[in-house]
């Protein structure tokens, strides 16, 4: 396996468990700011709207000019962890909508480039491993950082479950931006 696709699985992993952590407990989170079922409901699909929109135009940018890839991928995690620090900072309902909107938009940077970067790398006839492997990591990571996540937040609160997912995104950042921010051509 490439050297570039174990950097990108773990990335990937360690930026999933920030969403991981909070996902399955993200409504609570919405009634103690003082929202309801709807506001949940409105602030995901803002979130999946945004990231949609933006993902096809950062799609086209980065076919259009190839060494944006890497920089799109880096300020991509660096927007998300930025919007995951704003988590700490909520007070009403409107400012998660702003939060959500941010993060659509920081995964939009991310998503075309590191699928293509994924794919230039993946080892011919071992594709649907390496694919398989990622998604397989990542759901399993995801799974138990789930359950992490509720004790976390039954047991000291939101605030410190928001430090947790915090941390994981500048580990992530800090991991892909070490691996793409100088190089063009990877």
């Known amino acids: 396996m490439h050297k570039v696709i174990k950097i990108l699985i773990a990335t990937s992993i360690l930026c999933n468990i920030g969403f991981a952590l909070y996902e399955p407990i993200y409504a609570i989170f919405v009634q103690q700011i003082g929202g ?12 999946a709207i945004v990231l949609g929109v933006f993902t096809i135009i950062f799609g086209k940018l980065t076919d259009a000019n190839k060494c944006l890839k890497n920089k799109f991928i880096v300020l991509g995690y660096a927007i998300v962890t930025a919007a995951f620090a704003g988590y700490y900072f909520v007070k009403h309902p409107i400012d998660l909508f702003v939060i959500q909107a941010v993060i659509g938009f920081g995964t939009a940077m991310i998503d075309p480039g590191w699928s293509a970067l994924f794919g230039m790398h993946v080892k011919k006839n071992n594709e649907a491993t390496e694919w398989g492997l990622w998604e397989g990591t990542k759901q399993i990571a995801m799974g138990i950082f789930a359950i992490a996540g509720g004790a976390v937040a039954a047991t000291f609160g939101f605030k410190t479950l928001i430090l ?10 800090i991991s892909i931006a070490r691996l793409l921010w100088t190089k063009c051509k990877i």
């Not at 309801?36 to 979130?47: C, K, R, T, V, Y």
Request: glycine letters at 4%.
């Open 36 to 47: 309801d079922i709807l506001a949940a409901a409105a602030s995901m699909g803002l979130f």
């Open 164 to 173: 947790i997912m915090f941390t994981f995104e500048v580990l992530a950042t």
